[in-house]
């Protein structure tokens, strides 16, 4: 039985290691992603208000 238990752990390894390198890396894609968006919108925020234009309406999406 520690034979099939074990021939089974070292089955399902690679694919839990492959699963959370998948989670960590679409995880940090996000992250980025949500980060460059913040950053995107206080540089228009900034230039609209140099400008002198109206704050974009965030609903509009």
Do not use: H
Request: aromatic content about 6%; hydrophobic content about 50%.
């Amino acid at each position: 039985m520690d034979e099939y238990l074990t021939a089974v752990i070292w089955a399902i390894l690679p694919t839990v290691v492959v699963l959370g390198l998948l989670i960590f890396v679409l995880r940090s894609i996000l992250r980025m992603d949500r980060n460059e968006r913040k950053a995107y919108a206080k540089v228009e925020a900034e230039e609209r208000r140099r400008r002198g234009l109206a704050p974009r309406d965030e609903t509009a999406g």
